[in-house]
């Protein structure tokens, strides 16, 4: 199985700072069609998951623009530009190139 | 508006069978997979697999590979996900999400049923 290691797993930020988050991937991601299905979940207290971003890089449908997808070889980041209030939550990286699918560990996003 | 919806919270014995539902609505619901994840209390997301509903292909993850079975029901466009004999170790959160295979994106998700098994 594809290991998806999150860091950090707490992310203290401030209102209007950026973040990141990063996962690291035990194989490469790279599928037989070029694609890298890369995703990352956003998901908030109470909530059910919600996708935000997509093959790496491609913003889900109504997703905010500060939020950014990115990554290489076993290397991927999702970047807030600027953190709000209904930002705080647990986000995920999950891995469906190959099967079995698997999540990172998660991540959990508060605000200082 | 393409929404996934649940049946309602549960609450089992060790020992008992249980059968879950998940309801597509807004699309075609044999045009698109169907993933299953369990949350367990305050940790993270796993995949039980995916199916489906088209010609009833199925993915089991190892982990829960002859523990869970995946079915649906076309003409109700619904999913079922079914235990034939739970365990307190399968108390959680089960959420369907449909999966486009060919965009890798997985959305809408259904808002989870609540899983309590214990004695």
């Known amino acids: 199985d594809i290991v998806m290691t999150q860091t950090p797993l707490s992310s203290p930020v401030t209102l209007g700072q950026p973040a990141s988050i990063s996962c690291r991937s035990s194989q490469g991601l790279v599928h037989s069609d070029g694609n890298a299905y890369l995703s990352w979940l956003q998901q908030r207290p109470g909530q059910p998951p919600r996708l935000l971003i997509y093959?790496?890089?491609k913003r889900f449908s109504g997703v905010a623009d500060r939020f950014s997808g990115s990554g290489a070889g076993t290397d991927f980041t999702l970047k807030i530009s600027r953190v709000e209030a209904e930002d705080v939550g647990v986000y995920y990286c999950?891995?469906?190139?190959?099967?079995?699918?698997?999540f990172g560990q998660g991540t959990k996003l508060e605000i200082k | 508006e393409v929404q996934l919806v649940q049946s309602g919270a549960e609450v089992k014995k060790p020992g008992e069978s249980l059968i879950i539902s998940c309801k597509g609505s807004?699309?075609?619901?044999?045009?698109?997979?169907i993933a299953w994840v369990r949350q367990m209390p305050g940790k993270g997301l796993e995949w039980l697999g995916i199916?489906?509903?088209?010609?009833?292909?199925?993915r089991y993850s190892p982990s829960f590979q002859g523990q869970v079975t995946f079915s649906a029901d076309k003409s109700i466009s619904t999913a079922f996900l079914q235990w034939s004999s739970l365990k307190a170790s399968d108390t959680g959160k089960y959420y369907c999400?449909?999966?486009?295979?060919?965009?890798?994106?997985?959305?809408?998700w259904g808002q989870g049923t609540l899983v309590t098994v214990s004695s």
């Open positions: 199916f489906n509903p088209g010609d009833s292909d199925t």
């Open positions: 999400v449909r999966l486009d295979r060919g965009s890798g994106s997985f959305d809408p």
């Open positions: 807004g699309y075609s619901f044999t045009t698109y997979w």
């Open positions: 093959k790496m890089s």
């Open positions: 999950m891995q469906s190139t190959q099967f079995p699918y698997t």
